[in-house]
């Protein structure tokens, strides 16, 4: 692998960096209430008008047409100037993947600008009280209607839905076990009974979903009737591969860890600790460069999305031992310490994962 970077790369990471040192936003209240839901809105759209919201797409769309290994370099810069959290990230990162896969013409037409542009924000709308990580079990369905479908059943845990305009999500349409027989939607939350999940803070990062007999035209359905499972599978390759977690967000992270230390002169013991962490988040960032230069993505996703979301943990949690006490007061390393111990189980448990690794990298037996 080439580890140097060629002059329209480095161009484009000046670029970026300076847009970023001159408009990048200080701290926004949470995205988890209405206020701070809308103030990260209002970012997007500075962002989008910059052509920063999507760099990778094509330019008709919003972005920059810039490559991947562009896009890395980007979130390492934006990560790097503390710039908030993506409140669209469920439309641009995980939606929009399998849209320009499996959609129509006619719906990225009608999706993505908005996407991109925050005009419309998008909720998940995964998993059920009972089908969490074994995603097939659900029971949520879809009945035929004139001109499109009606959708029944419950959805939880449903990211950014308290405030979300719409939602993706899969359904049971046809009876068939399982894997099969499973529809791929996008709806309007319009219609849907949205009730908010408070967090330990109070705060309705998620939502349940209650459909009883909602419309959803046939112009919705994103890909073939009865084959929602191999798209929802390309939409949770990319939640658990680079697309939602980039090398540059844990960089910044491991960075700011090392500067805490500078300031706070741990013992050696806890320093080397320190080194060891910083030097595993500049190992998955090099690995993904890696990967994206030889296009090695697929069911390797699983093992980093194991690495980084329990490098995540650990980073946060030298933090909080580095800060003692005062750590235990609210701030932003607390508040990322409980917000990486989700990381092994959204987009499916390190223990599904770890399976899936066994079984599609290793070649072990079931």
Known sequence: MDLEFTEAEREFRAEARDWLAANAPGPLPSMDTRD?????????HRLAEARY???SWPVEYGGRAATRIEWLIFEEEYWAAGAPGRVSQNGIFLLAPVLFTYGTAAQRERFLRRMARAD???AQAWSEPEAGSDLASLTARAEPAPGGWRLYGRKTWSSRAAYADWGFGLFRSHDQPRHKGLTYFMFSLDEVEIRPIPQLDGEPGFAELYFD????????VLGTPGEGWRIAMATTSSERGLTLR????????????????????PDPALADQIARAWLDAEAYRLHTYRAVAEGELGSATSMGKVFWSELDIRLHTLALQLLGERGVVAGPWLDGYLF??????????????RTIVAERVLGLPR
């Open 53 to 55: 919201s999507v760099v």
């Open 36 to 44: 701070g839901f809308e103030a990260h809105r209002e970012w997007e």
């Open 213 to 220: 007999g909602v419309f959803v035209p046939d112009d919705q």
């Open 120 to 122: 419309d924000i998008w």
């Open 246 to 265: 980039s090398p540059g967000r844990f960089m910044a992270t491991a960075d700011r860890l090392v500067r805490l230390a500078r300031e706070l002169d």
């Open 340 to 353: 990486s111990l989700a990381g092994p189980i959204y987009a499916g448990t390190n223990e599904i994962q």
